[in-house]
Nanobody
Framework: QVPLVESGGGLVQAGGSLRLSCAASGRTVSSWDMGWFRQAPGKEREFVAAISWSARKTYYADSVKGRFTISRDNAKNTVYLQMSSLKPEDTAVYYC????????????????????WGQGTQVTVSS
């Protein structure tokens, strides 16, 4: 098991910003790609962003491109999601995820591409 703990969620007005953090414990995740997903009530879990183990590659869902930035600090075993220009439709529980294998060459953008999941952090954007 690789416990992943998200933090940084909360209530923010439309147009505001939040930074989510995902801290891993138990083992280093520096050789793993990492992803962020979100799930709104009544909807399926959807891909938000992913970052390669080297941090050289990132990928974003079209709905957040230009507003969200994923980054990582391998020394802290932590991945971040900086969210700006937030919209009410960004309201969801946000999850970070890690695969079970290292040094992948292609970023996964579906939940099936990840094995370990955090418990989620709620983000609510008011209009």
């Amino acid at each position: 098991q690789v416990p992943l703990v998200e933090s940084g969620g909360g209530l923010v007005q439309a147009g505001g910003s939040l930074r989510l953090s995902c801290a891993a414990s138990g083992r280093t995740v520096s050789s793993w790609d990492m992803g962020w997903f979100r799930q709104a009530p009544g909807k399926e879990r959807e891909f938000v962003a992913a970052i390669s183990w080297s941090a050289r590659k990132t990928y974003y869902a079209d709905s957040v491109k230009g507003r969200f930035t994923i980054s990582r600090d391998n020394a802290k075993n932590t991945v971040y999601l900086q969210m700006s220009s937030l919209k009410p439709e960004d309201t969801a529980v946000y999850y970070c995820a890690a695969p079970g294998d290292a040094y992948r060459t292609v970023l996964a953008t579906t939940p099936g591409g990840y094995y370990f999941w955090g418990q989620g952090t709620q983000v609510t954007v008011s209009s």
